[in-house]
């Protein structure tokens, strides 16, 4: 019974990583938690996947554009070839 609620770490981090993209189930979730309860490393992984999360989603980044990534990818190799 005890293997049908625990989780290994590496399961734990993957379930964590999932929720961050709303992919985990129910199940999954509630297994996380119970592993919360008892694992430091865990604990201090979702912790650290959440401040991620949030910081990811309230940052105001600007992407370049699909063009200036293709400027900017010819200049490197031009630099990169000039230099060999």
């Known amino acids: ?20 993209y709303k992919e985990s189930t129910i199940w999954e979730k509630f297994k996380l938690m119970i592993r919360c309860l008892f694992c430091d490393a865990t604990r201090h992984y979702v912790n650290r996947n959440t401040k991620l999360t949030e910081a990811i989603k309230t ?16 200049r490197l190799k031009k630099k990169l070839k000039d230099e060999v």
Do not use: G, P, T, Y
């Open 59 to 74: 940052s105001k980044l600007d992407c370049l554009s699909h063009h200036e990534r293709q400027l900017l990818n010819e």
């Open 1 to 20: 019974m005890s293997k049908f609620f625990f989780i290994s770490k590496k399961d734990a981090f993957h379930i964590c990583d999932k929720s961050q």
